[in-house]
């Protein structure tokens, strides 16, 4: 084949159709192919809008027991619910949460999405505990579901074509740090803190860390945070540029919603 030519292309497709006669003000055509006629146009009162609704409009926004979900007007509201344990990570949870962005991505009825945590904490990150190691599920691959399911989420969260706010309540630890940052806003409230806690248990950050704290914060910053593990408590996170604003703690809740009402 030579080089692409889009006159000849085009021409061609001239001459396929041309046999396609336009019936004037009957709302007709002729197609001297088939030789069929058609009508093609619709009542006035028909609002052709109505006629084709995507699938995702008639399902509700679900979650899971420890991740819950709801749409609230244009608001997405994700929240990770497993207050316990200060919302530390599942598998499950995170690709869950997941497929609520992919699909939050392509509904028009979603406008922005909030991301937050029950109870005492936003996230603590992975789960070490035992109940934790009972909820795993193994990879054939030697990847670790979580950290691949992390690593997925992050550039979700940071390409969604729509706003993502995080709500920062209090901690927020590991790649819950990763998962706040990768927001467009993080909103905190004054009781809030940052942590990246993997020195202290011999691991490097993870989750997209290294280079979402270091472009938050610069790179002596974010060195410091990731090798001595210090609590960066809110009003420290706003000055360093980890977070957007921070609120009392009676108050996180009606500044976020003058955010997103924005």
Not at 15 to 33: I, K, M, N, W
Not at 77 to 105: G, H, I, K
Not at 159 to 169: D, E, H, I, R, Y
Request: glycine share 10%.
């Amino acid at each position: 084949l030579g080089p692409f030519d889009a006159h000849h292309v085009g021409a061609e497709v001239t001459e396929d159709h041309r046999g396609v006669r336009a019936g004037t003000d009957t709302g007709q055509f002729d197609d001297s192919q088939s030789r069929q006629w058609t009508r093609h146009s619709l009542p006035p009162f028909v609002d052709t809008r109505q006629l084709f609704v995507p699938c995702w409009t008639m399902t509700p926004y679900t979650g899971i027991d420890h991740l819950a979900a709801s749409l609230d007007g244009n608001v997405l509201s994700v929240t990770f619910n497993r207050p316990d344990s200060l919302n530390s990570l599942t598998a499950e949870m995170v690709e869950t949460l997941c497929e609520l962005l992919e699909r939050a991505a392509a509904d028009p009825a979603v406008r922005v999405v909030r991301l937050g945590g029950a109870g005492r904490g936003f996230c603590a990150g992975a789960g070490i505990g035992a109940e934790d190691a009972a909820l795993a599920h193994g990879s054939d691959d030697g990847v670790d579901p979580l950290l691949a399911a992390v690593n997925r989420a992050v550039p979700l969260i940071a390409g969604l074509p729509k706003p993502v706010v995080a709500v920062v309540q209090r901690p927020a630890a590991g790649v819950g740090v990763s998962l706040a940052l990768a927001c467009d806003i993080v909103l905190a409230s004054e009781t809030a803190f940052f942590l990246l806690a993997f020195a202290k248990i011999g691991l490097i950050p993870d989750g997209g860390a290294t280079a979402l704290v270091a472009a938050s914060v610069g790179r002596t910053r974010a060195l410091k945070m990731a090798l001595l593990a210090e609590r960066i408590p809110a009003a420290e996170a706003l000055e360093y540029g980890l977070v957007s604003a921070v609120y009392p703690s009676e108050g996180l809740e009606a500044g976020v919603a003058a955010v997103i009402e924005k």
